[in-house]
């Protein structure tokens, strides 16, 4: 069974650091688009960043120049490095990515459990 796996959420203050990791687990034979989405509360759910299989990336604006995201294809894995947290980044923070499972000729989309990440002001 395929699943994405978070880590690295919590609390910080205004101003400081959270790396957010995730990995893709079970059978799966490639990994193509990953990124992260986030959903405050109340508000619908948003691209963060998203990365190709070749290291294409995309960041929504307000992001941009605080957080970058990553992967490493050999671990079909991929993380968030978020610097000068601000409380308007407190929210859900989800991973999706879209793969193929061995033995299946199709891509599909998936999405963690979500991890949360407040920061305090």
């Known amino acids: 069974q395929v699943q994405l796996v978070e880590s690295g959420g919590g609390l910080v203050q205004s101003g400081g650091s959270l790396r957010l990791s995730c990995a893709a687990t079970g059978p799966i034979f490639s990994a193509y688009a990953m990124g992260w989405y986030r959903q405050a509360l109340g508000k619908q759910r948003e691209l963060v960043a998203r990365i190709t299989s070749g290291g294409t990336t995309t960041y929504v604006d307000s992001v941009k120049g605080r957080f970058t995201i990553s992967r490493d294809n050999a671990k079909n894995s991929v993380y968030l490095q978020m610097n000068s947290l601000e409380p308007k980044d407190t929210a859900v923070y989800y991973c999706?990515?879209?793969?193929?499972?061995?033995?299946?000729?199709?891509?599909?989309?998936?999405w963690g459990q979500g991890t949360q990440v407040t920061v305090s002001s």
């Open positions: 999706n990515a879209d793969l193929r499972v061995v033995l299946s000729g199709t891509v599909r989309n998936y």
